[in-house]
C-alpha cells in the first residue's frame, strides 16, 4: 500500500481534532494513534514494518481518515 506521506503528515499535524473524533469511545488514544502515523512518517510509509496492533490502530483510525480527503 502506498501512503500519501503529505496527506499523513498534514492529519497528524493539523487535524488532530478529526483523530480524537474517530477515537472517541473505543478506549483508544488520540496519541496512540498519531504515534502510529509519526512511526509511518518516519519510516516512509512502510506499513509492513508495523505491528500486529499497530496495523489495527493503522486500519481502524489512520486509514479511513486518509481515505475521506
Known amino acids: 500500500m502506498e501512503l ?17 473524533k474517530s477515537v472517541a469511545g473505543t478506549g483508544y488514544l488520540a496519541r496512540t494513534v498519531i504515534g502510529v502515523g509519526t512511526f509511518l512518517l518516519d519510516n516512509e510509509g512502510n506499513v509492513d514494518l508495523l505491528t500486529s496492533k499497530q ?14 480527503k
Open 4 to 20: 500519501d506521506l503529505d496527506l499523513l503528515d498534514d492529519l497528524i499535524n493539523n487535524r488532530i481534532d478529526e483523530i480524537e
Open 55 to 68: 496495523k489495527v490502530t493503522f486500519e481502524r483510525f489512520l486509514k479511513p481518515l486518509l481515505e475521506e
